[in-house]
């Protein structure tokens, strides 16, 4: 498996000082930028777009994780490529060509990713693992931050842990594995157990007064985890 990484959400950071809260994170120990893009389409809620990803990107000294909750999604991706997005990922509900939309992620240099809610089966892995650098698990409905783990999520990582070991023991490249919705201490080392490397948390970690402390709580159950 991949290290360990915590990716703290943007979508409950405090808009009005965006750069400063990056800032902040990444001094607390974040590993990555979680940042939600919903259009009030393919989700209820409509949040930030390309130009506010490029005024954060200088704030920014770790990779940023733009997860699109958008349809249709190919062409938000060059403008996010361009805004410095790394990892882009999307729901395959929302593309008309799943294949395709993951080479046009690639081809505009960054690495690319499936999401997948709650009740989406996990057949769209299927064909498309080769092109995968990240597979996102929802636990939680999308469209709003604040929710509540799903917990029938948990055996959903686990199926996905299976496919992905699998694909890597037939010589596949490695596929990190990150699920977003509801992550808390109470809950961060279940999710690992599980079979997840990568943790998206929004108001567990901007919620809170001290980033440091809850960054590095998590980072004790984690550790926990491996044992």
């Not at 209820?44 to 390309?50: A, K, M, Q, V």
């Not at 690319?112 to 693992?129: E, I, K, R």
């Not at 109470?186 to 970690?205: C, E, H, K, L, Q």
């Amino acid at each position: 498996m991949m290290p360990y990484r915590i990716a703290p959400s943007l979508l409950s950071a405090d808009f009005a000082r965006l750069g400063e809260e990056v800032r902040a994170v990444i001094a607390a120990g974040a590993d990555l930028i979680h940042f939600d893009v919903m259009d009030n389409h393919y989700v209820p809620n409509l949040t930030i777009g390309p130009l506010v990803c490029d005024a954060i990107r200088p704030h920014s000294s770790v990779p940023i994780d733009v997860h699109l909750m958008v349809e249709p999604v190919d062409r938000l991706i060059p403008d996010f490529a361009k805004a410095g997005a790394n990892i882009i990922t999307f729901h395959p509900e929302a593309s008309q060509h799943i294949d395709r939309t993951l080479g046009l992620i690639r081809d505009q240099g960054c690495q690319a990713g499936l999401v997948f809610n709650p009740a989406t089966p996990l057949h769209y892995l299927d064909y498309v693992m080769d092109k995968l650098d990240m597979v996102l698990l929802m636990s939680v409905n999308p469209g709003f931050g604040g929710q509540s783990f799903i917990p029938g999520t948990l055996e959903k990582i686990r199926q996905v842990r299976q496919r992905l070991d699998a694909h890597t023991a037939r010589g596949g490249q490695a596929i990190a594995l990150e699920v977003d919705g509801g992550i808390k201490i109470d809950n961060i080392r279940a999710v690992a157990a599980a079979g997840a490397d990568t943790f998206v948390a929004g108001s567990a970690i901007f919620g809170q007064p001290d980033y440091v402390s809850i960054i590095q709580a998590m980072r004790t159950e984690l550790e926990q985890a491996k044992r």
